[in-house]
Every structure is written in structure tokens, then in C-alpha cells.
């Protein structure tokens, strides 16, 4: 019989309504279940393609002895992270402070009242490693519950307070000034790798926004020192096997610092932020790697992640069904042996193969096999088409092979980010059909995730909306991809929509007194603690990403109160930022924004024509770019701006002083370098 997740919208939970554990999904009643019957909650929370989620489901979650342990003893709360990062963020915060790691799955055990009192990650099915086994320390839990009653609940109490006393430096409310960004520059060239590009050791994480924030560096300082590292780290890891070289997209993280073996799963965020990222590269440099990782992620998004509804499914798993043994393992869908080569390519095509991508009859994965990479030493010579043939021959095997499943959960956040991407490379590389991708998931957005008081749903499945509120970064990531679609359609209900959704970031997320803002609505569900974090995870900030688009509204609009609050939420980025800027990245990328203007174009003339496509190249930081046919009032910075001699006409601004307006995009393009 199906448990109490059947009619759950999350993929990850659904993934569980057929085991034999009781699971509750988190609400108020799995806690007057537990209360009433005089039991500890077991919190677990995990995501659809987190690996070690899937392996501790089989091991235990299927387990019917151990089940039957959990039913008796505990009321078990199932959660996805994605779907409520407000609770993952909670008891993250403390697993993190009792262990000093965290990780998914994440194994919390709670009080009634929702107070924490043991914590674990993973649990085997049997000890091992120095690891309790699973039923080990659900009996542990028990008999503490049971004998020392007194003991756990001073525990639990304890954790709430240190939780509620520990202070986030919020700054000084002023925004970083040039001694700032020059020290967090110099923090990130220490901690920069020379040989491989990024930053740190093993695991590596595409650094999508500290690129960024490179990337504007050198755009208003001329830093060659910032571009370098930017470049060198793209290409790395456009060569490696955390990129798909036969699909094209990113794999979630590389677990050497070489970037050769990722863990496979491919996450919407990541990809529409590096998408992003090797666009703004290319826009630098002149890249075509950059040129053709963009597009190529661009493409890879559509293809495998637009759901029928028109928005951007989640995720899809790094595990896939091994069609020589039909286990279900990690990477099965994209490595291959030499062997699968000569199948699919014949001897000769293998070995261009083989040199061409780094694949040797010792594997650089498990098993003899290979992930696709291009290595810095070019292979033989071989033109252009030979290698292409190969591999839409491969691209054709691979997808005979059974595919990694998918989470189509549309998250509201995750969209905003990928709304902003495509329309960006769209217009970059005349590509209208990622426009019209892009308008098509803002479209959805509007009609299924906001409703008629611009609050957001945090996510939804198969055109039904969830029950989950949105977060701040759900208004900040949404409100920047209405942004950018206004930036290239000239289309001024896109402004519209994200000034209605920043007005509720000013109204329920920040606070007044100091200008920090919240993860959570004032007047959202009341955790143990209101969640709070300026630094970056996987995705930018809520916070910073909150502040980039106020900035960006208020260049467009001129409305002082979202300036002012977009700057002192800044002021954390001036705390933190040298100290720490590997994890701030988008906070420091906003701020050289606001140090840059940022600048306000306005182009009279036909939308995406030449003046608006330079004015959208322009490299000047967090410049922001209305456009619209002469005597149009879709966008504010066009009022009362008309034709030159009859000619489409650019006028550039900043601080309230315009330039003279210009006809020519070479003059334009000048003004805004």
C-alpha cells in the first residue's frame, strides 16, 4: 500500500510513497502524531538525484525489518530539500555545528516541538567504516528517548539556543568600495589553482559566480589577472569530463581537482549559471569555446530539461541502468571502454576517437571505462568533419542506452536562472528560438507559480502548483529573469512583474533595521530558527541575488527605496567579501555593479537590432538595457527619448548624467567597454 506521499508533487518524495515506512510529508500534523504518541520524529531529507539518497533508500527505506523498526519507535518525516531549503537549511545548520560536515541524506532526529537531538548523514545497513549501522542507531535513539528523557530534552533545548545566539555580520549597511573588491581578488588568486583552473582541491565545484564577479572585475578595472583566471577555469573545465562533450551541459561537481571524473548528475541551476558565465566570457574575449559551450548548454537545456508545461525540469540523476548488467550505477549513460568505441565506430574512427577525448584501455573512471574529455595536448590531425561525424555517431549510440531518470520539478528560482541564460544567449547569437524558450518559462512562471498577489509558489509538476511558499531566492532568481526579458524584448510587462515581486522582497523579507534580509517571509511557517545565509551554495545567494535585482530595478525605474535597499544589503558583502570570497562570489559580482553605476541604455529603434544587440554586448558591469520603437512607454529609460535624424539612437547614463545620444553601434559599443 502506498504511504502517505502518493499524493505528494515532489519526485523525490513520490520515490518513496511505495516503501514500507510510514512516511509523513513535513506538516504540523506529523508532529501532533508524534506528540500524542509519545515518540521522536525521524527527519530525513534528500533530493531525487543525490546518489547516496537512492543507495541509503535501497539499503534501509525498502527494508521491511527495518521499516517496521522506524513505524514502531518513530514518526518518520520525509523531505526534499528542494522543495523546503528553509528545513534543509535549518538542520543543516546544525548537523553542521554538532559534526562539523553535512551532506544529503541528512538523518535528524527531533523532539515534538521540532528541536534537534542527534544527527547523521548516511547510515549503512550494517556497521562499517567506524559507522553505526542504520538499525544501530535508530535502537540508540530509542533507548535514549526512553531512558534518559530529561537528558535529550535538555539536549535539543541547548542546540535551539546556541542556534538562536550564533550572530551573522551583517556589515555596516555601505556597499564594498574599490579596497574591498581589490582584497577579495586577492584572496581568490591565493586560493586559485595554477595547474587545473579553479579553485581549491578535491571535490571541485564549477565557480560559476566568482566568475562573474572576474569576469566584471576586469570589465571595470582592466585586472588581466581576473580574466586569466576566469578563462583558464572555463576552458579547464570545458575540457574535462565535467562537461558533457557529446551532449554538451555540466555535470554537478568534478570529485578531482583535474575536473576529469564528475559526479554525474546534471542540475538546472548549475548549467543555466555556467551557461550564463562562458556567454559573458565570449562577450570578453571573443571565445569560440566560450561561443560554443554557451550554445551548447543552451541547446542541452531545451532538449533534456523543458518540460510539456514550457518550464525547466530540476535535475537529472547520475545514475542510469547498465545495460550489460541491469544494475542501476553512477555514470552508466556517458562513459564508454575503448571497446563500445570500435562497436559503435569501426577501429579507425575508435583511435581518433579514444585521443581525441582521453579514453584509454585503463579507464579514467571504474571498470576500464572512460569519461569524455578534451585534453590540452590536441590529439592527431583530423578534419573537422571526421570529428564531427564521430560524434553524432556516439551522441546516436549513447542514446540507445537507458537514460538517467529526471526530476521535473519546476523550481521557481531555478527557472529565473535559466529565463535569464537563454534570453541572454539568444539575442548574443541571433538564436530567437532560446528567446522564445526563455519567455516561455517566464510565461509559466506567471500563469502557474505567482498568484494574484505576486506570492510564489516555490515549485510545481505537470502544470499543478505546489503547496510550498516561495523563498527569497525564488523572488530574487524569478524577478532576474523578468529583468533580463525585459532587457531583450523591450516588453515592459516583464519590469512590471519584477517590480511587484521586489516590492514583496522590501515588504517580507528584509529587515528594517539593519537591511539583512531573510531566506524565509515574515510571514511564512515559524521554524526553530529564521534561516538566514549571504553566502553562496550552489546558487547564488538569496540574499545577493535579492540585491543584483534590486540594483537592476532601480537602474531601470529610478525608485530610491530599491536602491538604497539593494546597497545596504550589500553592506554583508563588504564584511565578508575579503575575507571569504570564494563564497560570495555573486555578492562581490553585484557589488562591482554598484561601484560601475550601473549603467542605464536606452535604445530608440527596432528591438534587437544593432544598436540594442551592442548595447546588450556592452561589457560595462550590471549595465541595464531598455529598447522599443520611437514614443514607446513600455519602459521608463525611454521616456522622452526619440530618434536622431530620423536614425535609431542609443543614450547611454549613469548617475543621472547621459552622454550625448549616438546612431553609431561602433560609438556605442566605446561608451560602454
Not at 22 to 27: E, L, T
Not at 298 to 316: H, I, K, Y
Request: charged residues 25%; negative net charge.
Amino acid at each position: 500500500m502506498p504511504n502517505r506521499l502518493a499524493h505528494e508533487t515532489s519526485p523525490y518524495l513520490l520515490q518513496h510513497a511505495d516503501n514500507p515506512v510510514d512516511w509523513w510529508p513535513w506538516s504540523a500534523e506529523a508532529f501532533d502524531e508524534a506528540r500524542e504518541r509519545g515518540v521522536p520524529v525521524l527527519l530525513s531529507v534528500g533530493y531525487s538525484s543525490c546518489h547516496w539518497c537512492h543507495v541509503m533508500a535501497h539499503e534501509s527505506f525498502e527494508d521491511e525489518a527495518t521499516a517496521a523498526l522506524m513505524n514502531e519507535k518513530f514518526v518518520s518525516v520525509k523531505v526534499d530539500r528542494e522543495e523546503r531549503p528553509d528545513v534543509d537549511a535549518v538542520y543543516m545548520e546544525a548537523v553542521q555545528a554538532a559534526t562539523g560536515h553535512g551532506g544529503w541524506p541528512m538523518t535528524v532526529f527531533l523532539t515534538a516541538d521540532a528541536e534537534p537531538f542527534y544527527f547523521g548523514t548516511y547510515f549503512p545497513p550494517e556497521p562499517r567504516h567506524g559507522m553505526p549501522s542504520f538499525a544501530q542507531v535508530l535502537d540508540g535513539v530509542h533507548r535514549a528517548w526512553t531512558d534518559r528523557r530529561g537528558e535529550v530534552d535538555e539536549v535539543a533545548g541547548k542546540i535551539v539556543r546556541d542556534l538562536g545566539e550564533r550572530q551573522l555580520t551583517h556589515g555596516t549597511g555601505e556597499k564594498p568600495g574599490e579596497d574591498e573588491l581589490a582584497q577579495a581578488l586577492l584572496g581568490l588568486t591565493r586560493d586559485y589553482d595554477q595547474a587545473h583552473g579553479g579553485f581549491g582541491g578535491a571535490p571541485k565545484f564549477p565557480p560559476s559566480m566568482v566568475i562573474e564577479f572576474l569576469l566584471r572585475h576586469y570589465a571595470r578595472t582592466g585586472a588581466e589577472g581576473a580574466l586569466q583566471m576566469a578563462a583558464e577555469t572555463c576552458e579547464r573545465m570545458a575540457r574535462g569530463g565535467i562537461y558533457d562533450q557529446l551532449g554538451g551541459g555540466f555535470a554537478r561537481y568534478s570529485v578531482d581537482r583535474e575536473w576529469t571524473v564528475p559526479h554525474f548528475e546534471k542540475m538546472l541551476y548549475d548549467n543555466a549559471l555556467l551557461c550564463r558565465a562562458y556567454a559573458h566570457l565570449w562577450r570578453a574575449t571573443g571565445s569560440d569555446l566560450a561561443r560554443r559551450v554557451a550554445l551548447e548548454t543552451a541547446d542541452f537545456m531545451v532538449r533534456e530539461l523543458r518540460t510539456n508545461e514550457g518550464g525547466f525540469a530540476s535535475a537529472l540523476d547520475a545514475d542510469s541502468e547498465d545495460p550489460a548488467t541491469g544494475e542501476h550505477v553512477e555514470g552508466a549513460y556517458y562513459v564508454w571502454t575503448p571497446r563500445q568505441l570500435r562497436d559503435v565506430l569501426g577501429d579507425s574512427d575508435a583511435e581518433l576517437a579514444m585521443a581525441a577525448y582521453g579514453v584509454t584501455e585503463e579507464g579514467t573512471f571504474e571498470k576500464g571505462a572512460s569519461v569524455l574529455r578534451l585534453p590540452l595536448a590536441e590529439g592527431p590531425l583530423a578534419d573537422a568533419s571526421r570529428l564531427a561525424s564521430v560524434r553524432e555517431r556516439l551522441l546516436a549510440a549513447r542514446a540507445d542506452r537507458p537514460a538517467p531518470g529526471r526530476d521535473d520539478k519546476v523550481v521557481a528560482a531555478w527557472n529565473g536562472l535559466a529565463v535569464a541564460a537563454l534570453a541572454e544567449v539568444g539575442a548574443y547569437f541571433d538564436r530567437p528560438d532560446l528567446v522564445a524558450a526563455a519567455v516561455g518559462a517566464g510565461d509559466l512562471l506567471v500563469r502557474l507559480h505567482m498568484d494574484p498577489r505576486a506570492r510564489l509558489a516555490r515549485t510545481s509538476k505537470d502544470g499543478r502548483a505546489g503547496s510550498n511558499a516561495g523563498v527569497l531566492e525564488d523572488y530574487a532568481d524569478v524577478a532576474e529573469g523578468f529583468l533580463t526579458l525585459a532587457s531583450v524584448t523591450g516588453e515592459g510587462v516583464w519590469l512590471e512583474f519584477a517590480g511587484f515581486l521586489l516590492d514583496h522582497v522590501l515588504a517580507q523579507f528584509a529587515d528594517p533595521e539593519s537591511g539583512a534580509l531573510y531566506d524565509t517571509a515574515a510571514d511564512a511557517e515559524r521554524l526553530i530558527r529564521r534561516p538566514q545565509d549571504p553566502t553562496d551554495n550552489a546558487a547564488p545567494s538569496g540574499w545577493t541575488a535579492a540585491a543584483g535585482a534590486l540594483l537592476s530595478y532601480a537602474a531601470h525605474t529610478g525608485a530610491s527605496p530599491h536602491r538604497l535597499a539593494a546597497e545596504r544589503a550589500l553592506g554583508v558583502v563588504k564584511a565578508l567579501g575579503p575575507r571569504v570570497p570564494r563564497f560570495i562570489g555573486h555578492g562581490l559580482a553585484v557589488a562591482e555593479a554598484a561601484l560601475s553605476g550601473p549603467l542605464e541604455v536606452a535604445v530608440v529603434g527596432e528591438v534587437l537590432g544593432d544598436l540594442h544587440r551592442t548595447a546588450l554586448l556592452g561589457g560595462a558591469p550590471g549595465a541595464v538595457v531598455a529598447a522599443g520603437p520611437p514614443g514607446s512607454a513600455e519602459l521608463p529609460l525611454l521616456a522622452g527619448r526619440g530618434l536622431v535624424d530620423g536614425l535609431p539612437a542609443a543614450y547611454v547614463c549613469r548617475s543621472f548624467v547621459c552622454d550625448a545620444p549616438t546612431t553609431d553601434p561602433g560609438e556605442l559599443a566605446s561608451k560602454l567597454s
